[in-house]
Structure formats: structure tokens, C-alpha cells
Antibody, heavy 117, light 109 residues
Framework: EVQLVESGGGLVQPGGSLRLSCAAS????????MHWVRQATGKGLEWVSA???????YYPGSVKGRFTISRENAKNSLYLQMNSLRAGDTAVYYC???????????WGQGTLVTVSS | EIVLTQSPATLSLSPGERATLSCRAS??????LAWYQQKPGQAPRLLIY???NRATGIPARFSGSGSGTDFTLTISSLEPEDFAVYYC???????????FGQGTKLEIK
């Protein structure tokens, strides 16, 4: 069974840092592009970052320069290093596998990040 | 940046009825147009990819259509478990930037 499990969320002060992890199982992790997507409470979905199989990375303008996506294929793990956090970064963060043919499939259950003093 | 606008924001229907959800792009997009279903407290689930292809395990009552700037998700006959929020998503060609629509809430009438 393909499974993605996020961890590392929590409460952090504005300006602080946090590192999220996503443990993958049930598929050949190194063969897939991976993504992070976030969702503020009661709001829609926002793509946060992507990493290709070759380690190429992509970000939207809202997080570029503050967030860094990485992967460790030997550990079947995806990471998101988040720096200079703001209140607007408060959300549930999901990791998701690229669907190759299109879309993101599947998604993890998410981890909550709260940025507050 | 391509903006996706979904309509209506809320759709109130009864089980057995047909649901038609719209996703309009601010400029023509490639065939990379996906639809997701999200239920409260759950992660999104991929329904449709490449505008019209059902993802693995998705019932045949779900279908997608459209091209260019106008896309539609149709649920032919609503089941009780279909009441949820639906999102469309697109990807720009290069660099790859993914955007989601704001969602359509499908609620029981």
C-alpha cells in the first residue's frame, strides 16, 4: 500500500524555523517527483514546493527564499525546511506524490504548523 | 500567473441528481487539469487527471471534460458520499507552478 506520513508540525514563533518530514512507503520513492501543499483552516489548497527525481526544486513566489524542499532517497523521506515563518504560514501541510500522468496522488494525512507568539 | 476560478462556490443538490462543477482558467492551460475531492478532516483525493481521465478506483459516475480555459467535472448521479469540497488544479509549463481553484462545496439540499 502506498503511504505518506508527515511529521514535524507544531507551534513556532514568528520568525522561527521548522522542519517537516514525510515518510514514504509502498512505492519506489526515488522514481517520483514529490510535492508539499498547504491548507489554512477553512481555506483552499496552496502548492508550496516540488522536487524532481534529479533533485531539481520549484517554489511559488510566496515561499521562495524562505522554504527549502529536499529528499533523501535512501531513507524514502521528503523534507520541508521552513525559515522566517509568518502568521500567514499557519496551515496543515500535506506531502503528495506526483501522479506522473497528472495530478497529485496520493496525499499524506497532513501535519499542522501554527505560527504564533 | 494563471488563476483558476471555480463556480458555483456552493452547489446544493439531492442524492440522485446530476452535479456540474465549473473551473475556468484566466488563460489557456495545457491538458494538465486535475480535480480533487476533499471531505472534512481528510486529505484531498485525486479524481480526474489530464482533464478527462479518471484516477485509479474512481467510480464511473465522475467524469471530466473541457480544454483551453473551460473545464467541467460532472457527477452523473450523486451518492451520499459525494457531498464534499471539490478543487481543480493546473500546472504552468515552465517553470512548473501549480495552482488550485478556490473550491466548490457540494452540499446536500
Amino acid at each position: 500500500e502506498v503511504q505518506l506520513v508527515e511529521s514535524g508540525g507544531g507551534l513556532v514563533q514568528p520568525g522561527g524555523s521548522l522542519r517537516l518530514s514525510c515518510a514514504a512507503s509502498g512505492f519506489t520513492f526515488s522514481s517520483y517527483d514529490m510535492h508539499w501543499v498547504r491548507q489554512a483552516t477553512g481555506k483552499g489548497l496552496e502548492w508550496v514546493s516540488a522536487i524532481g527525481t534529479a533533485g531539481d526544486t520549484y517554489y511559488p513566489g510566496s515561499v521562495k527564499g524562505r522554504f527549502t524542499i529536499s529528499r533523501e532517497n535512501a531513507k524514502n523521506s521528503l523534507y520541508l525546511q521552513m525559515n522566517s515563518l509568518r502568521a500567514g504560514d499557519t496551515a496543515v501541510y500535506y506531502c503528495a506524490r506526483d501522479g506522473i500522468l497528472g495530478g497529485f496522488d496520493p496525499w499524506g494525512q497532513g501535519t499542522l504548523v501554527t505560527v504564533s507568539s | 500567473e494563471i488563476v483558476l476560478t471555480q463556480s458555483p462556490a456552493t452547489l446544493s443538490l439531492s442524492p440522485g441528481e446530476r452535479a456540474t462543477l465549473s473551473c475556468r482558467a484566466s488563460q489557456s492551460v495545457s491538458s494538465y487539469l486535475a480535480w480533487y475531492q476533499q471531505k472534512p478532516g481528510q486529505a484531498p483525493r485525486l479524481l480526474i487527471y489530464d482533464a478527462s481521465n479518471r484516477a485509479t478506483g474512481i467510480p464511473a459516475r465522475f467524469s471530466g471534460s473541457g480544454s483551453g480555459t473551460d473545464f467541467t467535472l460532472t457527477i452523473s448521479s450523486l451518492e451520499p458520499e459525494d457531498f464534499a469540497v471539490y478543487y481543480c488544479q493546473q500546472r504552468s509549463n515552465w517553470p512548473p507552478v501549480y495552482t488550485f481553484g478556490q473550491g466548490t462545496k457540494l452540499e446536500i439540499k
